[in-house]
């Protein structure tokens, strides 16, 4: 794939550092995020429309399992009534595949901004112009996974920012710690604190927080060790 879990739980990470309140939603029926943030794949996040979750937080990102409740069909639902709501004063991160247009949808009227992650890539190109038609006015894009060293990637990469200009809000590099910090269940900023796509990312972080504002706590959070997620029904 483009990388679209890895670059959101590494964002919300770097968010949370800079004291960005910030909730995970966790949308992939088949999800990878719990090892980006040092979970077991077999942890469980607490759903998003339990009414007393035992949350889950981990490096100061809360964690909630939202591919539940869109998967019974009660998303669009439980948002349009209000029993689902998203606090003025937290940025919540929803991870959605590029095949769960469905839950896309659901989800767009509520989103002050619309991520579309790219990759250099053939099939990303053919894509995009359809990706292009379906832009809101909150989409923006970022190029994941960039890679100087290769013809493709370097001429993708070259039509992707003179197609989009300021509609591209980050070039995120490629990075080999980054598929190595999910494979040992470790953080990337744990696992590789230099890592080039992690300056990126962190970069990225400072727009989005920009375009996306809540209100800052009053220190930073600090690396803290990964805690296990409660099992939640």
Known sequence: GVGTTSLVANLAIGLAQSGVPVTVLDMAARSTMALHFGLEPTD????LD???PNDAVVHGVTLRDAYTIADRGD???GLASGEISFADDMLFIADVGS???TMFEQLRPYAVLDLLVLAPSGECLVSLPEALDAAGPNTRFVLNKADDTRKLARHA????RELLGDKLLATIR???AVVESAAMIHPLVRHAPVSAALHDISALG???AGLAPVERAETAVPHEAPR???HAA
């Open 44 to 47: 469980r996040l607490p759903p």
């Open 50 to 52: 339990e009414a007393q």
């Open 75 to 77: 998303l669009a639902y």
């Open 99 to 101: 095949s769960d247009m």
């Open 157 to 160: 990469a070259v039509f992707v």
């Open 174 to 176: 490629s990075d080999e």
């Open 206 to 208: 400072a727009l989005v």
């Open 228 to 230: 296990k997620a409660s």
